[in-house]
């Protein structure tokens, strides 16, 4: 990927994501915990996952993951309420991703991320995989979210 942050041409494969911090109001019911909310632009919607907060992406690391429901291309662009009682949600980071084919049966979504900071352009693989955890006499599938930081 070019450091650069041009929009894309209508046929290319670069498409937009983004990271909200959903800070979580009383009406959500499927959890109480400040999280973040990892949207990418898949077709007419957001493929959306969650992971506990994370308050730096210097560094590379792995979380759980929870699998969302597909969400509204206008979370994009949106910061602010988002009534209901559901909370508010504020941009943590915003770029384009290019799709990365990944030879793993188990592996849900793969790409390369770049996004402008204050500095200068940032890049970075994102995976979401299934895993399988052992919970006594059966495993138990699970999502995880593995960021590998780039410069």
């Known amino acids: 990927m070019e450091d650069t942050l041009e929009s894309a041409d209508a046929g290319s494969s670069v498409?937009?994501?983004?990271?909200?911090?959903?800070?979580?109001?009383?009406q959500l019911d499927r959890t109480t915990e400040v999280h973040l909310d990892w949207m990418f632009v898949t077709g007419e919607t957001l493929s959306t996952?969650?992971?506990?907060?994370?308050?730096?992406?210097e560094n590379s690391f792995e979380k759980p993951c929870l699998k969302l429901a597909e969400h509204r291309l206008i979370y994009l662009d949106h910061e602010g309420e988002l009534g209901g009682g559901r909370g508010s949600v504020r941009r943590i980071l915003a770029g384009e991703y290019t799709p990365v084919a990944s030879t793993s049966?188990?592996?849900?979504?793969?790409?390369?991320?770049c996004w402008q900071i204050d500095s200068g352009v940032r890049h970075a693989e994102v995976e979401i995989g299934q895993a399988c955890a052992d919970s006594g006499s059966e495993r138990e599938?699970?999502?995880?979210?593995?960021f590998s930081s780039g410069r």
Not at 15 to 26: E, I, N, P
């Open 15 to 26: 498409k937009r994501f983004v990271v909200l911090q959903h800070d979580v109001g009383s």
């Open 49 to 57: 996952w969650s992971t506990e907060v994370i308050t730096s992406f």
């Open 105 to 113: 049966p188990e592996v849900a979504f793969k790409a390369m991320l």
């Open 141 to 146: 599938p699970f999502f995880y979210l593995r």
